[in-house]
């Protein structure tokens, strides 16, 4: 099972942010945050990931909780190409990585002219 | 550039006829790993593999096969096709221990008839 929560799906203005949430309650501490998406039928494309700290790229940012629990994915400038699935995945990394993704059912953020 | 290519896209067999998808990697990971999307269930993993000539069975592996017997090359195996392996088809590869990111091919979809 994913162990993410994830709203099934979201709304936004074309040139507005959008601010897709993810809840992770029983991550652990070497377990990072990773973040992809699905346009259509593609395959999942990398966005962005953090174990702790915010991070920004030029896709997107993302704001983790201090307690770790819960993140949420920052589209500054959101796009009718930003239309998409979007994943929030929790990841072994370092000892004990299996490599694996579990991904839930995702957020369908449908970006509105 | 750094990239999984997945062949073919797109096919359409008959109920029996084995055939293989290809899968191949330039950036030397030793992870890689085969999912199927289907509506409602997500993406699954089918099989997966931490380095050449080591393999192991991921969530769905029944009715598939795979082989590494290079680091780039993972090919899946439909030794018996059946209508219930109708799907879309991802496979994907990354570093172990580290955080980078997953890379995903742009899938592959088959219909069993």
């Known amino acids: 099972d994913a162990k993410t929560t994830q709203p099934t799906s979201m709304d936004c203005a074309e040139g507005r942010a959008a601010n897709l949430p993810c809840n992770h309650s029983?991550?652990?501490?070497?377990?990072?945050v990773y973040w992809y998406r699905q346009i259509h039928s593609q395959g999942p494309q990398y966005i962005i990931h953090?174990?702790?700290n915010n991070e920004t790229n030029e896709m997107a940012s993302l704001i983790i909780t201090e307690d770790r629990k819960s993140s949420t994915l920052i589209l500054p400038h959101a796009t009718l190409r930003d239309t998409a699935v979007y994943y929030c995945?929790?990841?072994?990394?370092?000892?004990?990585?299996?490599?694996?993704?579990?991904f839930g059912q995702g957020t369908t953020l449908q970006v509105k002219p | 550039e750094a990239q999984v290519t997945q062949n073919p896209r797109y096919l359409i067999t008959v109920t029996g006829k084995k055939l293989t998808v290809t899968c191949s990697q330039n950036?030397?990971?030793?992870?890689m790993s085969w999912y199927r999307q289907d509506p409602g269930l997500g993406l699954r993993q089918i099989y997966y593999?931490?380095?050449?000539?080591?393999?192991d069975k991921g969530d769905v592996p029944e009715g598939y096969k795979v082989s590494r017997k290079e680091k780039r090359n993972f090919p899946l195996i439909l030794e018996s096709p059946s209508p219930n392996q109708t799907s879309l088809y991802f496979c994907?590869?990354?570093?172990?221990?580290?955080?980078?990111?997953?890379?995903f091919g742009q899938g592959t979809r088959l219909t069993v008839v």
């Open positions: 953090g174990l702790k």
């Open positions: 029983t991550i652990s501490g070497n377990e990072y």
């Open positions: 994907a590869s990354n570093l172990l221990n580290s955080n980078t990111e997953a890379f």
């Open positions: 950036m030397n990971h030793e992870y």
């Open positions: 995945i929790v990841r072994v990394v370092g000892s004990g990585n299996t490599g694996k993704l579990i």
């Open positions: 593999s931490m380095n050449v000539e080591v393999t």
